[in-house]
């Protein structure tokens, strides 16, 4: 009788387990439509639950969610007296931050517009025309279809829904993929759990880590693969622009429970990021919940990944936040908190 228990425990739990598998999959929705490309441009450049980092967007309360990024070919600033031209998502470096929730769809557009920059190619041979693409780390699609190579003046459109909640990269996927990455086509997307992140937050930021590996031709510098390579940045930067936060820090009150978003889009470097002051009492990598990490001094963030980090800076004072791999913090990886 006691062996006929046992087996039937045994035999329940195995069930128990292979439902839940069952049930795991039977929430995702994997796959899509096949996408569509057209000669037909969207109507706006941008376009959804968008914010440019440090800020970071709303969520929109839909089943389906619109989204449009287009590709631009434009003059972008990474420190004083280095400039070049940026094949960028949006309007800047990097691509705009999108917010969507587990179980939402995203019906997703993109012209590529570097058509519109013909008339600066004296200028720079980096503003001629580019075919383009976009990978999303969060989509569960056939990439072939979905993140298909687009020419100049072309439109694609395609949905993909969000499956799992955390800090994900999208980016340029055309060959040459480094060179497209370098120069400037990367981004976050945030997703949140269907029940939202646990717990309370005062503030939220997003923060973007990318690598510039530029080269002075003369009148203006450009994107030079071979030291990328070689791993060898010239610059390394928060959101973009290099040191930017070291001489704007972002203000918040002392006490503040404060949200990171942080994705390192690399494309070759790890950080390290750390808050000289304070400790990380909950870090999330790649922003899923279910992986925490309690009472960190810094957050090992790889190439492509991302984390969330929660932290309070305990009195009023200034609070630098560095990617403790120096090297980068030299190169510009470097930025503070203000805490009033």
Known sequence: MKQLLVYTLVISSILSCSDNKENNKSDK??????????????????????????????????????????????????????????????????????????????????????????????????????????????????????????FPGETINFTWTANYPGVFMYHCGTPMVLLHMISGMVGMVIVEPKEGFPGKVDREFAIVQNEYYLKNNGNYFVPDTSIA?????????????????????????????????????????ISSFHVIGTILDKVWQDGNPANQLVGMQAALVGPAQGAIMEFVLPEKGRYTFVDHSFANAEMGAAGAFVAE
């Open 29 to 150: 929705i994997l796959g899509s439509p096949k996408a569509i490309v057209s000669k037909e441009p969207n109507n706006v450049t941008t376009k959804g639950p968008l914010a440019y980092a440090p800020q970071v967007p709303k969520l929109i309360d839909s089943d389906t969610v619109e989204v449009k990024i287009d590709v631009s070919h434009k003059l972008f600033q990474v420190a004083k007296g280095i400039s070049f031209t940026g094949w960028l998502f949006g309007d800047s470096l990097p691509g705009p931050v999108l917010r969507v929730r587990v179980g939402q769809t995203i019906k997703f557009s993109m012209t590529d517009r570097s058509l519109d920059t013909m008339q600066n190619m004296s200028m720079n041979m980096n503003m001629k025309p580019m075919p383009h693409s976009i990978d999303f780390h969060a989509a569960m699609v056939n990439p072939e279809d979905k993140y298909r190579t687009i």
């Open 229 to 269: 390579m070689r791993k060898q940045p010239t610059q390394v930067a928060f959101n973009g622009k290099v040191g930017q936060y070291v001489i704007h820090p972002i203000h918040v009150k002392a006490g503040e429970r404060i949200r990171v978003y942080f994705m390192n889009v690399g494309p070759n470097n």
